[in-house]
């Protein structure tokens, strides 16, 4: 047996048919690494189908925090020969071990695997549904991870006050140690888990989506319709648990177009107001977009990406919605997008938008992703005091008051009076004068087009990031693309390659500092998950030089190929 | 032109049924605004797209509150105002044309949760803002702009679309007499839940059918239009249901029960469910 190497950083995953509760699996690893100090991160991948189908989770735990789903396995759980046979080329070449179910597979030739008859295991333990806990035994077992942690964490999960809970509890620690007793007499070991470094702070676990709902629930969210459709629907789920308060609306309606039209009734009543979706219901709900933005109506829209078009990939990975997130509807518009890139943003996000929608009085976007939505991460317990609930001015006296005038010199915008409050007036989806009536006089077209693209510079206070600005290369990043492109500038930074650093939340209005600084580069390389390189298009019709490397696998990068693909790309455009 | 802006450039044509409508409307808003002393400005107005549409820009006296939306959209926009802001009178002034074809497919779920809104259906069957194309309530064989060789659709019965789907407050009216067709409206807003009013209200360029309706003795045309006897029991479902199968165009109060809004279900199940703070939420996720 070859010395143990202790190593910072492990990947997990386990692999099988959707339905065998491999989501779970992950989790568990997840939750019980989390509570050791470890940070964390899942990423599963599954087909469009409840029970059935090709399935993985898995969870990458290290001594640091986690910024991608990594670039191999080091342990791989497959339970049967199908998952075998797709998965086994990630395993990490160099020590990662194979563990398989031995009922349902039957490798080919020699390697670092080896079998294990799970159900029997739990059987033996007196309780069948443990052949998770077997399995994680045994990965615990491979990278010397300390099995009284997980016996702790089953420990915690299962005290629920029933009368079998010692049983259940008993019966899955057995199970944990003979899986640990089979990973012991295989002889194989991945390494050794570096100690942790916990933390000093308080921590939570959580998923991009409730992360989202949570953030935009602690900023005074209101009102939530919404239509089931993955991957967005566990953000209607969360609504309709947790926003059951009163004065509170949640409501499952029967279309996007229903949806969006209800955030804007909604926004225009003086309620903060929010619909999630992905990309076919966000075709539906352009019209209405187009509406919040002539009207100026705040809401705030929330499109979990997924592959497109059409159905396209529905429980897959893909940037491609920016065009139509930016420009969702006919006629001049441009909307404000705000794309978080990590678990911590989504909270941050869900409830900036709704701040801004208050605060420019119109709508904004938020633009999500499968991978992000989807994985849940543990990171800093976000402080709910420090969360701001910034409502809409609404003062106006009845006297004249114009609800569509002009900006004012330094950009104040006129203030939205609420039904039921003095200032009458009508938001109007067809050009309007002061008042909101209709008009068609040029005088008018020209002033409120001004108006609604002038008032986007109120939308200023948005995180970005620039870093080694000396350099006239750098990366540019955006949304869920954002920690596999860190991994990835942080290996080429440390090969020395002379290369910055730029990452926005907002795309639009883009902060003027990152603006700037974006004008003044000879190269931005933009990584994203789309064909047409859409961050880049939109970038150098700006004016801004910026190339993409692209993927569309319907899967998120791998640290190792972006930087490989970014130093080529540096090549290339270094070379024309 | 409005009275409080010489500036707004949309007319009605002379004689257009919506000027009865829009009298009706402002009467009732008027006597619900001080029978419920309610702020005047606590009245919201939701229009779609259409000639109808711009009865939110026309109501004389203090201005409501309103939205001049999309086309075919008024009921979710007005379920947007009416479940978020539940004090608010959340009124929708809409066409045929707007809202039962595009908008069609938001009458049945609107029904089945029974918001309180106020739907004023104006129905002149015919498309009058693009000048002239058949609607769902034309008539079977009707020659218009784009039915040159007469429609070739059943014409809609929106009265028995309505009883079907449950809506829970149905009246069918006309805009020449809107004294009465006031009492109406008024009536549908006092109601607790989804009502609707629907209106003949002709097109004089159009689909002029006042004779029709009325009828002209001159002319040796009998009238469609017939007061519902007042022995209709609106409660009786059946009796709802014969009604509208009827020829013709009734007059009055169709039907009418009381189930629960969708804003008192959502008050019951909050009072019934532990209220969640965001502190809680958010310590549920603590490693």
């Known amino acids: ?576 | 032109m409005s009275e409080r802006n010489q500036e707004y450039d949309f007319k009605w044509c002379p004689g257009c049924g919506d000027f009865g409508v829009k009298r009706a409307l402002e009467m009732a808003i008027n006597t619900f605004t001080e029978e419920f002393e309610i702020p005047r400005t606590s009245n919201v107005i939701v229009a779609g797209i259409g000639c109808s549409g711009n009865m939110v820009h026309l109501i004389d006296g203090e201005q409501p509150f309103g939205i001049h939306g999309i086309h075919g959209r008024s009921l979710p926009i007005a379920f947007g105002i009416s479940s978020s802001r539940p004090d608010l009178n959340t009124i929708v002034v809409a066409g045929d044309g707007d809202f039962l074809s595009i908008g069609g497919e938001h009458i049945a779920p609107s029904a089945y949760r029974n918001p309180n809104i106020t739907c004023i259906v104006m129905d002149n069957g015919v498309y009058g803002l693009t000048k002239g194309q058949s609607s769902p309530t034309s008539e079977t064989g009707q020659i218009t702009t784009s039915t040159p060789f007469g429609k070739l659709e059943r014409k809609m019965n929106p009265l028995e679309l309505y009883l079907t789907y449950g809506v829970s407050f149905i009246a069918s009216h006309y805009s020449s007499k809107p004294k009465l067709l006031s009492d109406f409206i008024l009536e549908a807003m006092k109601h607790k839940g989804m009502s609707i009013v629907h209106v003949q209200s002709p097109c004089t360029t159009y689909n002029d059918t006042y004779d029709i309706l009325k009828g002209d003795r001159k002319k040796g045309i009998p009238g469609t239009a017939f007061i519902i006897d007042e022995n209709h029991d609106p409660t009786d479902y059946d009796k709802a249901k014969a009604l509208v199968a009827q020829e013709g165009v009734p007059l009055g109060l169709i039907y009418r029960k009381e189930p629960a809004t969708i804003n008192e279900l959502q008050n019951k199940l909050i009072m019934d469910n532990p209220s969640k703070n965001v502190e809680d939420i958010l310590s549920s996720y603590s490693i």
């Open chain 1, 1 to 576: 047996m070859n010395q143990k190497i202790i190593s910072n950083d492990f990947v997990i995953r386990f692999a099988g048919e959707g339905g065998q509760g491999l989501v779970t699996s992950a989790d568990a690893a997840a939750k019980a690494a989390s509570r050791s100090g470890y940070y964390c991160q899942t990423f599963s991948t599954f087909p469009s189908q409840i029970m059935g189908g090709p399935a993985s989770s898995q969870v990458r735990i290290s001594t640091t925090q986690v910024l991608s789903s990594g670039d191999f396995v080091d342990v791989l759980v497959v339970l049967n020969q199908y998952a075998f046979d797709n998965h086994i080329q990630d395993l990490n070449q160099e020590n990662g071990v194979c563990i398989y179910n031995a009922q349902d597979c039957v490798p080919s030739g020699e390697g670092n695997y080896f079998g294990i008859d799970a159900d029997k295991l739990a059987k033996e333990s007196g309780n069948t549904r443990a052949a998770n806990m077997v399995i994680l035994g045994a990965v615990a077992k491979l990278i010397d991870f300390k099995l009284e942690s997980i016996e702790s964490f089953i420990k915690d999960r299962f005290s629920r006050g029933r009368p079998g809970d010692e049983e259940i509890i008993k019966s899955n620690i057995i199970a944990l140690s003979s899986g640990a007793k089979v990973a012991e007499k295989s002889g194989f070991n991945v390494g050794s888990l570096a100690p942790s470094k916990p933390p000093k702070h308080d921590q939570i676990i959580i998923s991009g989506n409730a992360a989202l709902s949570l953030g935009a629930t602690s900023a005074g969210l209101d009102s939530y319709y919404g239509y089931p459709i993955s991957p967005a629907t566990t953000i209607l789920v969360w609504m309709e648990q947790n926003l059951v308060q009163k004065d509170k609306f949640v409501f499952q309606v029967s279309s996007e177009i229903e949806a969006i039209n209800n955030v804007i009734g909604a926004g225009f009543s003086g309620k903060k107001a929010m619909t999630a979706t992905a990309g076919p219901g966000l075709s539906l709900m352009s019209e209405g977009i187009g509406l919040a933005w002539m009207a100026e109506i705040p809401c705030v829209i929330v499109d979990v990406q997924r592959g497109g078009p059409a159905t396209g990939l529905p429980t897959k990975s893909e940037q491609s919605d920016l065009f139509a997130c930016m420009f969702p509807a006919h006629g001049d518009v441009r909307l404000p997008i705000l794309a978080p890139g990590t678990v911590e943003e989504c909270f941050i996000i869900g409830g900036l938008a709704l701040n801004w929608a208050e605060r420019y009085q119109g709508p904004v976007i938020i633009m999500s992703e499968f991978s992000l939505a989807d994985r849940s991460e543990n990171i800093k317990k976000p402080i709910l005091s420090n969360v701001i609930d910034e409502r809409r001015n609404s003062k106006s006296s009845d006297n004249g008051f114009k609800r569509y005038q002009s900006l004012g010199k330094n950009g104040e915008l006129s203030a939205m009076p609420i039904p039921g409050n003095q200032a009458a007036y009508v938001a109007n989806g067809s050009e309007h004068d002061e008042i909101g009536d209709t008009t068609h006089l040029p005088k008018h077209h020209i002033r409120l087009t001004e108006r609604r693209f002038g008032k986007l510079s109120l939308l200023n206070d948005a995180h970005f990031e620039i870093e080694n600005t000396s350099s006239e290369i750098v990366i540019m990043p955006w949304g869920s693309s954002k920690g596999v492109a860190r991994e990835a500038y942080e290996k080429l930074i440390s090969d020395n390659l002379n290369i910055g650093w730029i990452y926005s939340i907002c795309l639009n209005p883009l902060p003027k500092e990152v603006l700037n600084e974006l004008r003044l580069k000879k190269i931005v390389i933009v990584p994203e998950l789309n064909y047409q390189g859409q961050w880049s298009s939109i970038m150098r019709m700006d004016g801004i030089n910026a190339v993409s490397v692209t993927q569309y696998t319907g899967l998120p990068f791998k640290p190792s190929e972006l930087a490989e693909k970014i130093r080529e790309k540096i090549k290339q455009t270094m070379e024309v």
